[in-house]
């Protein structure tokens, strides 16, 4: 059994270790005598924390009610998906992702990174890939034990010098691992495959290349033709589309990709305003919140599970507030199964989808806010216990995080009474550069832009006492609000400098998908405001545009991050570019 060490006065703070068991008071020279028998078997070479993917065969038949029980719920069965891969009736269960032959391709020549955002199948694919990789002849393993020895089956496997792959699940969680294995082990002794949420990934980039951890990266998070029609396909076998049933293929297509961005984690909320899921969703509720405390249980559940950290009993015990999920009562309950289902790993097993579809449809903005503030201040002493509890903390400081989850026409009022009673309750939070940016994009996310700018300039100062601050992202929000206002106003030369202000802020930060969001707005101003410029202002957003685009932007992190979305928006700024300033000139 996997175990730790205590070396100081923890014991005594039981909230600190509640969630890894018992701790076991019998100090150094206790702890001696226990050991002091045991002889290590040094020729022992059975593995501990991995385990061989290996194909179960058998032979299962999909059923509709599987195929929404894994939209709506999450709930894979992975006798299925290796059905799906493999078997006789291929993806009749999921649907085929276009990366995988060339995550195939590239298993000899490169580790290989696979990022999404929230909902778009980051799960999934690596339950996919296992039989997949099985299907072509590669050895597969996989972690079983997170705090097992990881390293040590490796040296094992290495030793045998024959060429494995080993997936590994939201790789940030094992960055410390990742950091050894590309230390010490090259591609050619074996290959990690990762996967990651995308915000996550880019925060860890410049440490993947200082430890020269070769990859290369693929994205989940946009549909191609060929998945949509995959997915159209999954859709019409369980009856999905309703009244929309009519629409033919490239019909559907467009409602996906128009309505729902190309986007997994879009389509699949659509599915819960099906009024047969949202009739079975109340159905299991209605009687699970008639238990005292059931609802903290399930925001627990819910909120944790959009943050990515896993939903471990202890996890969901300290946010909730109360013990109810540690009740077999609860756990063996047909409601409580009906949403949620408990892993072999112990943890509450839930979409990340369906997580967020409960936090929106199941808590009131207020709830939600108050919660929020609840966890800022209980987690701000917990943070330095462990690198969930961190997360977690930041997760509820963030302004996406609460704007994602409010109710529309309560956000305002809701995100800006939330960071004033934030920094109440965090109360160093004050002197924080990145809490008053926070701040302050609450309010320009709904145009309050006075407030906005003065957040922002106390940001500013407070970054000025702290240092080698970097000021990137304050730059990158001031350079927003800029935009924003002058797409506004009405007098085109009067506020030019607001454009120029913002251009001479964006120029000088690394290209990346955050400054080139806010390029992304130089198209509404130039459709809103070159027709209107003076002679020697359009020469200025010319130049400054044409810079843009003859410049080629590559990604900051020599080809780490994606390109697509820096070259989608130089693309869009190129149309915007010839309709309104090379055609206004005539050439």
Not at 17 to 34: M, P, Q, R, W
Not at 421 to 445: C, E, F, I, S
Request: proline share 1%.
């Amino acid at each position: 059994l996997p175990g730790q060490f205590l070396t100081g006065a923890t014991h005594g703070k039981p909230g600190r270790t509640k969630s890894y068991g018992e701790v076991i008071k019998c100090e150094v020279a206790g702890f001696g005598d226990l050991v002091s028998c045991i002889r290590p078997n040094l020729a022992d070479e059975s593995l501990k924390a991995l385990t061989e993917c290996e194909y179960s065969c058998k032979n299962m038949q999909v059923r509709d009610a599987d195929i929404v029980d894994l939209f709506v719920f999450g709930k894979v069965n992975e006798d299925l998906v290796e059905e799906s891969v493999v078997g006789d009736k291929k993806w009749n269960y999921l649907f085929q992702r276009a990366c995988l032959d060339d995550v195939e391709k590239n298993i000899s020549k490169s580790n290989i990174i696979i990022t999404s955002d929230l909902g778009n199948g980051k799960t999934s694919i690596l339950k996919i890939l296992a039989p997949y990789l099985l299907s072509k002849s590669h050895t597969v393993y996989e972690i079983e034990d997170q705090y097992g020895d990881i390293v040590s089956d490796i040296e094992i496997l290495v030793k045998k010098g024959k060429h494995f792959v080993l997936l590994v699940d939201e790789y940030c969680r094992n960055i410390g691992l990742i950091h050894h294995l590309a230390e010490n082990f090259t591609v050619s002794q074996f290959t990690i495959v990762a996967t990651s949420r995308t915000t996550f990934h880019y925060k860890e980039i410049v440490n993947l290349k200082s430890w020269g951890f070769k990859y290369v990266q693929f994205s989940l998070d946009f549909l191609d033709d060929h998945e949509l029609e995959n997915l159209i396909s999954l859709a019409d076998s369980i009856g999905h589309w309703g009244e929309l049933a009519g629409m033919p293929l490239h019909e559907k297509k467009n409602w996906i990709k128009y309505k729902n961005d190309s986007s997994l984690a879009y389509f699949l909320l659509s599915i819960f305003d099906s009024q047969d899921i949202k009739t079975r969703i109340e159905m299991n509720l209605s009687s699970l919140t008639a238990i005292k405390g059931i609802k903290d249980v399930i925001f627990a559940i819910a909120i944790l599970k959009v943050a990515n950290i896993p939903a471990t009993l202890g996890m969901v015990s300290e946010v909730a507030g109360n013990d109810i999920i540690y009740k077999s009562s609860l756990r063996n309950d047909q409601d409580f199964q009906g949403l949620f289902h408990i892993d072999r790993r112990g943890a509450v097993s839930v979409s990340s989808v369906f997580a967020l579809h409960l936090l929106k449809s199941q808590f009131s903005s207020n709830e939600i806010k108050n919660k929020f503030l609840c966890i800022a201040q209980e987690f701000n002493d917990k943070r330095s216990h462990s690198r969930d509890h961190e997360i977690l903390f930041k997760h509820v400081l963030k302004f996406s995080s609460l704007e994602r989850i409010l109710k529309d026409r309560a956000k305002i009022s809701t995100m800006a009474s939330y960071y004033e009673d934030l920094k109440r309750r965090v109360t160093w939070l004050m002197n924080d550069p990145h809490y008053w940016l926070q701040y302050g994009m609450a309010h320009l996310a709904y145009s309050n832009f006075d407030k906005a700018r003065t957040l922002f300039k106390t940001a500013y100062a407070l970054a000025a006492t702290k240092e080698e601050y970097h000021t990137d992202q304050i730059d990158t929000q001031q350079a927003r609000l800029l935009l924003n206002e002058y797409m506004q106003v009405d007098d085109s030369n009067d506020k030019f400098d607001m454009f120029e202000n913002a251009h001479r802020l964006l120029i000088c930060l690394d290209d990346d998908r955050y400054k080139f969001k806010q390029i992304d707005l130089y198209r509404s101003v130039i459709e809103i405001h070159y027709a209107n410029l003076s002679k020697t202002k359009k020469a200025k957003m010319r130049q400054h545009c044409a810079a843009i685009l003859q410049s080629k932007p590559i990604a900051a992190t020599s080809g780490y991050l994606e390109q697509g979305f820096i070259e989608s928006v130089v693309n869009r700024l190129q149309n915007a570019f010839d309709k309104y300033i090379v055609k206004a000139n005539g050439e």
